[in-house]
């Protein structure tokens, strides 16, 4: 990585446990400028708990977590503001139409109708505007909840399984999106899915059972583990902790 190039996020020592459970274990990352980081694992892996930490809706136990370049536990509201997150799940207010829900969400980031219907638009939403949130399919909600995360141009995008529920046409206009807006952006992606990692990720951290097993490009990751392609490499390395625990 070159030394140039902008630090977002890092992450130190950072561990959240769960009575004797530890969910997150003495994590280091730093995420730069331009990336885009799948955070890859089997389930239970820490994935969703790692990525929640990040968006300030989950408390560490212990460890920091600094976004540009500010502790997000002594600065909690700038660090949102920097920060746009996409929940694994459906989003809030299901009573409420997208227009609603998106409008009220443009107002807690400070921003107007043109916002709207600009994520609107970039999402492929705007023929369901009108429709109540709980009448939508699982695509259409992802998409919704996606586009509620790009309110307020944030530098930072937090996306839980963005891809989840989407048709393969679907799936592929929201990797090309991902790509594009990486160019100015950190963008991190939770994901079980290999070949989201392999084909949109410039960067891979496999996780596996609430820690970081290895980080680096595809290639590197090969590489490391002696393997011809990522479901071999994810193999060797579940397997391998499955066997010692």
Not at 22 to 31: F, G, K, R, V
Not at 59 to 82: H, M, W, Y
């Given at each position: 990585?070159?030394?140039?190039?902008?630090?977002?996020?890092?992450?130190?020592?950072?561990?959240?446990?769960?009575?004797?459970?530890?969910?997150?274990?003495?994590?280091?990352?730093?995420?730069?400028?331009?990336?885009?980081?799948?955070?890859?694992?089997?389930?239970?892996?820490?994935?969703?708990?790692?990525?929640?930490?990040?968006?300030?809706?989950?408390?560490?136990?212990?460890?920091?977590?600094?976004?540009?370049?500010?502790?997000?536990?002594?600065?909690?509201?700038?660090?949102?503001?920097?920060?746009?997150?996409?929940?694994?799940?459906?989003?809030?207010?299901?009573?409420?139409?997208?227009?609603?829900?998106?409008?009220?969400?443009?107002?807690?980031?400070?921003?107007?109708?043109?916002?709207?219907?600009?994520?609107?638009?970039?999402?492929?939403?705007?023929?369901?505007?009108?429709?109540?949130?709980?009448?939508?399919?699982?695509?259409?909600?992802?998409?919704?909840?996606?586009?509620?995360?790009?309110?307020?141009?944030?530098?930072?995008?937090?996306?839980?399984?963005?891809?989840?529920?989407?048709?393969?046409?679907?799936?592929?206009?929201?990797?090309?999106?991902?790509?594009?807006?990486?160019?100015?952006?950190?963008?991190?992606?939770?994901?079980?899915?290999?070949?989201?990692?392999?084909?949109?990720a410039t960067r891979i951290v496999l996780l596996d059972k609430g820690k970081i097993k290895s980080d680096g490009s595809l290639k590197e990751i090969l590489k490391q583990t002696g393997t011809a392609d990522l479901a071999a490499a994810f193999r060797q390395?579940?397997?391998?902790?499955?066997?010692?625990?």
């Amino acid at each position: 990585m070159k030394k140039s190039k902008e630090i977002t996020i890092k992450i130190s020592d950072l561990c959240k446990n769960y009575g004797p459970i530890e969910a997150s274990s003495h994590i280091d990352l730093t995420a730069y400028k331009g990336e885009i980081i799948a955070l890859l694992g089997p389930n239970g892996a820490g994935k969703t708990t790692l990525i929640n930490m990040l968006a300030g809706y989950l408390a560490p136990t212990s460890g920091k977590i600094e976004v540009l370049g500010r502790d997000i536990a002594q600065f909690p509201l700038q660090a949102k503001q920097n920060i746009g997150f996409l929940p694994e799940g459906s989003p809030l207010y299901p009573d409420l139409s997208v227009q609603m829900f998106l409008n009220y969400m443009a107002e807690l980031r400070g921003e107007g109708k043109k916002a709207v219907r600009d994520v609107a638009a970039t999402a492929n939403i705007l023929d369901v505007m009108h429709q109540k949130i709980e009448t939508l399919s699982k695509g259409y909600l992802r998409r919704v909840g996606f586009a509620q995360s790009l309110l307020g141009n944030p530098p930072i995008l937090l996306l839980d399984e963005p891809t989840d529920g989407l048709d393969p046409n679907q799936k592929d206009y929201m990797r090309k999106l991902i790509k594009q807006m990486a160019e100015d952006k950190t963008i991190i992606i939770s994901t079980h899915l290999l070949e989201e990692a392999e084909n949109l990720a410039t960067r891979i951290v496999l996780l596996d059972k609430g820690k970081i097993k290895s980080d680096g490009s595809l290639k590197e990751i090969l590489k490391q583990t002696g393997t011809a392609d990522l479901a071999a490499a994810f193999r060797q390395i579940t397997t391998k902790e499955s066997e010692n625990a």
